[in-house]
């Protein structure tokens, strides 16, 4: 029985791995057509701004551990180039043919550059793969660059930003529309742009990039946007679905029979709304991976979907959402209610710093449907507990009651979501 993987990152990886634990007797092969296997691509970032001071730090796994401690062939510089599902056995470039009895495609996805004109030129960039940040890190040691405009204001624009600043270089930021993070929320939008621009950041809303070529500037970082590369499973049969992602079960499960698909080419269930998402985070790829391989390797394991928990540092300042803004409830048919608060993230006397948070739940059931927070320190910590409750659809009068943490160096006594839960069953 041979297992093939197309993706050699985080969901193709994870599947692997999870395949091999459970059936020691299946053969496991992953192909990848680029260079590296098993990196975080999470770390770029923090490789561009100097942080991480080598590429290799950001690779978890090579190929030869997987062959000498997992018994897994990967092999890279291979690339899939059709799935002949009937005859059970993907192509590769080159001609070459390997047949399957399970497949998993964790084929990710590729920045969206359509239409932006000069996408190729050597002074602009994506941050995508290990080779992208080993790439803008070197043209930044040796060519100096003074000036950046990153086009872009979702998570990896934002912390591109903040990298590039950390190096000394005029950045501007320029995106379309007001909004920041795909949250539709006008108020953290006003409150990010003004906390950017504290770091002297030139920040144009409602300004999208046509062309790269036309801008006055030594460097440009491309970060409009994710597509997921799907064409691999679609041209062999394999169902997308609403939101142009690979369709998957809750056990990773593709319309094609012993095809499964996993992380940023797939699409997962949003678990508030119930609706199909397109959420591509490692987080998520790496626990889908899992499912598919656990399933390509014959237990039964599931993955039930995402409430959209994230947390990006922005120029120091940790933006942590989950589930639904209130213009976001408002469009999938709730009444929403909101409470927004600042408070202390600890005791005052223990400088305490200022932390924001917002809570969103429906009028009419007493739901929870989403939650942010806003701070140097512990937004993770803080939006993780939301994100529980938003798994188990609580109310607000139950997480009100929470028997959270206290302790002078780690938290106020009562709680900023304590608070802000009270603020909006006021508002209720
Ligand atoms: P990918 O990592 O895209 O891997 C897919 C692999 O498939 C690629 O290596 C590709 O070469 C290979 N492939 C594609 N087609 C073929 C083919 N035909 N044949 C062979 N191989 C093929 N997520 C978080 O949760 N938190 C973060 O803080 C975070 N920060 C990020 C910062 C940056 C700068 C970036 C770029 C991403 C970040 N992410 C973060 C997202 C996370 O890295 C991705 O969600 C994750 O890597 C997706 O894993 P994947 O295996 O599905 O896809």
């Avoid at 470039?93 to 047949?99: C, Q, V, Y």
């Avoid at 204001?153 to 909004?179: K, N, S, W």
């Avoid at 320190?377 to 939301?386: H, K, P, S, Y």
Wanted: charged letters at 25%; glycine letters at 10%; a positive charge.
């Amino acid at each position: 029985m041979r297992l093939v993987v197309v993706g050699g990152v985080a969901a193709g990886l994870s599947a692997a791995a999870r395949a091999r634990r459970i059936d020691r007797s299946l053969e496991i092969v992953v192909l990848e057509k680029g260079e590296d296997v098993s990196y975080a691509a999470c770390g770029l970032p923090y490789l561009v701004e100097g942080r991480v001071r080598a590429a290799e730090q950001l690779v978890v796994y090579t190929a030869g551990h997987f062959r000498r401690e997992r018994n897994i062939d990967v092999r890279t510089s291979t690339e899939v180039v059709a799935i002949e599902h009937a005859r059970r056995r993907v192509v590769l470039r080159g001609g070459d043919s390997l047949p399957f009895d399970r497949l998993v495609v964790a084929t990710g996805a590729r920045p969206d550059t359509t239409g932006i004109a000069g996408a190729g030129l050597p002074h602009v960039f994506t941050l995508h793969t290990l080779r992208d940040g080993v790439r803008l890190r070197d043209f930044l040691r040796e060519k100096r660059p003074r000036r950046a405009v990153v086009a872009g204001a979702g998570y990896i624009g934002l912390e591109a930003v903040e990298a590039l600043r950390a190096r000394g270089l005029d950045v501007t930021l320029m995106f379309p529309g007001h909004d920041l993070l795909g949250r539709h929320d006008p108020e953290l939008a006003r409150v990010l742009i003004a906390h950017i621009e504290r770091f002297r950041v030139d920040v144009r809303a409602e300004q999208p990039l046509r062309s790269a070529a036309a801008l006055d500037t030594d460097l440009v970082v491309l970060a409009t946007g994710l597509k997921p590369n799907v064409e691999l499973a679609a041209e062999a049969g394999a169902n997308l679905g609403p939101t142009g992602a690979i369709q998957v079960s809750d056990r990773m499960e593709t319309s094609l029979g012993s095809v499964y698909a996993a992380g940023d080419c797939a699409e997962t269930t949003h678990l508030v709304t119930g609706r199909a998402v397109y959420l591509p985070l490692g987080t998520t790829a790496n626990k889908m991976g899992r499912v598919a391989g656990a399933t390509a390797a014959g237990a039964r394991e599931r993955f039930p979907g995402v409430v959209g928990t994230s947390v990006v540092r922005v120029c120091g300042l940790g933006v942590a959402v989950t589930g639904l803004s209130k213009e976001q409830a408002r469009q999938e048919g709730f009444e929403p209610v909101a409470a927004r608060i600042e408070s202390g993230d600890r005791a005052r006397y223990f400088r305490g710093r200022p932390t924001t948070v917002e809570l969103v739940a429906d009028r009419r059931t007493g739901r929870l449907l989403g939650g942010l927070v806003l701070g140097e320190d512990g937004a993770a910590g803080r939006i993780n507990v939301v994100a529980t409750a938003l798994h188990h659809r609580l109310c607000v009068d139950d997480f009100e009651q929470l028997d959270l943490a206290y302790a002078p160096p780690f938290a106020p006594v009562w709680d900023p979501l304590l608070i802000a839960a009270q603020q909006l069953q006021k508002a209720m």
